[in-house]
T-cell receptor, first 114, second 115 residues
Framework: AQSVAQPEDQVNVAEGNPLTVKCTYS??????LFWYVQYPNRGLQFLLK??????LVKGSYGFEAEFNKSQTSFHLKKPSALVSDSALYFC????????????FGSGTRLSIRP | DTGVSQNPRHKITKRGQNVTFRCDPI?????LYWYRQTLGQGPEFLTY????????KSRLLSDRFSAERPKGSFSTLEIQRTEQGDSAMYLC?????????????FGPGTRLTVL
């Protein structure tokens, strides 16, 4: 069965410092991996996705994520955090062969202090 | 930019009542998804449509839940005889088939509170 784990409920970072939000996945085939961000009382906004090819994927708002097949990880990163990055971040996975649902992790709350 | 829209944004109802939510996808998108999100959790898949055909339903979708997409455009999600456990955010997403790489774009959600 597919699953996604986000081991940290909360990540706290000072503004200007690099940030990492961790994600590991478990699938039986080739995965499609996604990161979404959710601001209070709003739906999910797409940040980036990994399909195939280059392991480093660049997305919106200066975020990037690195796919590591041997460690089954897809960590979200940003070189310099902004206070406005404070939000709830979800990692998600979909099987290559599936046209339908994506499986979400439980979310990581990112808090950037000024 | 016309993204995915959902109505109503909030719904408060009494236990036992029926409720219906509407989702309008991005206009050219042929796939439409419903998810449910409870506090502190990630969204959980409920069902999805390709055009007007409902192709998959989760075991989470009990007999009290029904979804339709009659003309392959907007969709409705109805919950009959609501229970307090139905209280959640109901999210709709849409995507355009592009090989197997389509990305799901989400609406703002409908927050349901069952008293």
């Amino acid at each position: 069965a597919q699953s996604v784990a986000q081991p940290e409920d909360q990540v706290n970072v000072a503004e200007g410092n690099p940030l990492t939000v961790k994600c590991t996945y478990s699938v039986s085939g080739n995965p499609y991996l996604f990161w979404y961000v959710q601001y209070p009382n709003r739906g999910l906004q797409f940040l980036l996705k990994y399909i195939t090819g280059d392991n480093l994927v660049k997305g919106s708002y200066g975020f990037e994520a690195e796919f590591n097949k041997s460690q089954t990880s897809f960590h979200l990163k940003k070189p310099s955090a902004l206070v406005s990055d404070s939000a709830l971040y979800f990692c998600a996975v979909r099987l290559y062969s599936s046209a339908s649902k994506i499986i979400f992790g439980s979310g990581t709350r990112l808090s950037i202090r000024p | 930019d016309t993204g995915v829209s959902q109505n109503p944004r909030h719904k408060i109802t009494k236990r036992g009542q029926n409720v219906t939510f509407r989702c309008d996808p991005i206009s050219e998108h042929n796939r439409l998804y419903w998810y449910r999100q409870t506090l502190g959790q990630g969204p959980e898949f409920l069902t999805y449509f390709q055009n007007e055909a409902q192709l998959e339903k989760s075991r989470l979708l009990s007999d009290r839940f029904s979804a339709e997409r009659p003309k392959g455009s907007f969709s409705t999600l109805e919950i009959q005889r609501t229970e307090q456990g139905d209280s959640a955010m109901y999210l709709c997403a849409s995507s355009l088939t592009s090989g197997s790489t389509d990305t799901q774009y989400f609406g703002p959600g409908t927050r349901l509170t069952v008293l």
